[in-house]
């Protein structure tokens, strides 16, 4: 079922071979669901990240809360997140700890893709599914999201006094060489 659903992200293929191995971490209902407006909240940890072998991530406990509204052809999933991911500092090289916070909106349409995609606003991900389907899985799709909220650099913050909280060990070892 899941590489139906997404061949269509823009997204390389081998996300297909990680949906296989990610256990039922984001699952919602299609087939059952109700039209109207329906809310599905979930907590993913460390082990929901490891799963994607993405080793910048170290740790992370990330709130996701899932809105859903469901009508006869689609349905709109209105993505939100807050957490922190732990990674590690560029400057230092120790682990840092990164809040990740955002929202992202994504179309949920019933039936094949068409051949040539619409262009679609840039704020919105489209994804085709059947609906007869039992369930759809958005572990990839809110996987990816919680990462893109990851700033491009990643360095630990300065004090009160201007003074870096890097680690000064290793500031001094990187400095002296
Ligand atoms: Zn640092």
Same mark, same amino acid.
């Given at each position: ?10 997204t ?15 699952? /919602? *209902?299609?087939? @059952?669901?109700? &039209?109207? &407006?329906? +809310?599905?909240?979930? @907590?993913?940890? +460390?082990?929901?990240? @490891?799963?994607?072998?993405? *080793? ?8 996701? $809360?899932?809105?859903?509204? &469901?009508?006869?052809?689609?349905m709109?999933?209105? /993505?939100?997140? @807050? ?8 400057? !230092? ?20 893709? *068409? ?5 679609? $606003?840039? %704020? ?18 809110v996987?990816?999201?919680? !990462? ?7 360095v630990?913050?300065?004090d009160? %006094?201007? %003074?870096?909280l890097?680690? *000064? ?9």
């Open positions: 079922m899941y590489n139906r659903i997404f061949l269509y992200f823009c390389p293929i081998y996300v297909v071979y990680y949906m296989s191995e990610v256990r039922n971490y984001i699952r /919602l *209902p299609l087939r @059952s669901l109700e &039209k109207g &407006k329906h +809310t599905f909240d979930f @907590s993913v940890d +460390t082990g929901f990240f @490891s799963e994607f072998q993405n *080793p910048e991530i170290i740790e992370g406990a990330v709130e996701i $809360s899932l809105d859903v509204e &469901k009508f006869s052809y689609f709109n999933v209105v /993505l939100t997140f @807050s957490g922190t991911l732990t990674v590690t500092c560029d400057r !230092c090289l120790e682990d840092i700890d990164i809040p990740v916070e955002d929202e992202y909106l994504l179309s949920v349409r019933f039936g094949d893709a *068409p051949e040539e995609p619409e262009t679609e $606003s840039p %704020n919105e991900d489209v994804i085709y599914v059947n609906a007869e389907d039992e369930e759809i899985d958005l572990a990839v799709y996987y990816e999201s919680i !990462c893109l909220a990851l700033p491009i650099q990643r630990h913050g300065d009160d %006094n201007g %003074n870096s890097c680690n *000064p060990v290793m500031l001094k070892y990187i400095i002296n060489n």
